[in-house]
């Protein structure tokens, strides 16, 4: 089935098709993820050229199929996420958010709760939120949408909800520091780390602007998270290797103020 219609959605992707064309994949909010053919985009004054860039939003407009290539014929309210698009550390951490958002449901599933929560977090980043707290929000909230469900709200023996935590992947969740013995192999995570999680699960980005992590802290959240996942999803997206390689290098990169 194919229907004309119009719907907001940010670009997950695009490649060149042939010489003239394009396939373009874009999370839609009114369709879910939905792979789109264009066809012409070289002709000047075309909305598409701009409108097909990494990190757009916009309102598509084509033909939309429930399976197969739907067709991109138009778009309008153009909305570029500009400092995604040119700084190289936003870029990285966006296209992990979007790679993640694109692992995380089917195609042409329709999930407007997924898409709010994708589009506010580039949106965030690009007005100048701490794009590594963004991702990591991101990550971990994204998890249910990969069947994961973990227990961060209290200890999974006593049910305590305030002190220093730990991760048991026994208790799928976190326990206590009374009842550390209970899992040899339990994380051994930083307690900040743990903190920090608890909290990313249930705060929302506006906010964030109250969060301030110092590196090393974000340094032992990125090994915990890295554990999590590696454990629970096993995914392995190139844009995640490339944001491991670029914290090689990012202290050198970065200007000392940022540090
Ligand atoms: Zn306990």
Not at 2 to 21: C, H, N, P
Not at 89 to 105: E, K, R, V
Not at 110 to 121: G, K, M, V
Not at 155 to 162: R, S
Request: charged share 25%; net charge neutral; with cysteine.
């Amino acid at each position: 089935m194919a229907q004309v219609g119009e719907t907001k959605g940010i670009i997950l992707f695009s490649r060149d098709y042939k010489e003239k064309d394009k396939l373009i994949k874009i999370f839609t909010e009114s369709a879910g993820k939905v792979m789109f053919f264009a066809k012409g985009l070289h002709r000047p004054n075309n909305p598409l050229q701009t409108a097909v860039q990494p990190f757009t939003e916009a309102v598509f407009i084509g033909n939309l199929k429930t399976d197969g290539l739907s067709f991109l014929n138009s778009a309008k309210e153009i909305h570029p996420l500009r400092k995604l698009q040119e700084d190289i550390f936003l870029n990285a951490y966006g296209s992990y958010i979007l790679g993640l958002a694109d692992a995380a449901i089917e195609d042409h599933v329709y999930d407007p709760a997924l898409y709010t929560f994708t589009r506010e977090a580039l949106e965030q980043m690009d007005k100048g939120a701490d794009g590594e707290t963004i991702m990591n929000i991101f990550e971990v909230q994204v998890m249910q949408r990969f069947g994961v469900s973990l227990n961060w709200q209290a200890c999974g023996v006593c049910g305590k909800k305030t002190g220093a935590f730990d991760f048991s992947s026994k208790y799928n969740g976190i326990i206590c520091q009374d009842h550390w013995q209970v899992d040899q192999h339990r994380y051994h995570a930083d307690p900040r780390a743990i903190y920090f999680i608890r909290l990313f699960n249930s705060v929302t980005y506006e906010n964030i602007n109250t969060i301030n992590l110092k590196p090393e802290t974000k340094k032992t959240i990125r090994q915990t998270l890295d554990q999590l996942y590696e454990e629970y999803i096993g995914l392995h997206l190139k844009s995640k290797k490339f944001i491991d390689q670029m914290s090689e290098w990012q202290d050198v990169l970065k200007p000392k103020d940022e540090k």
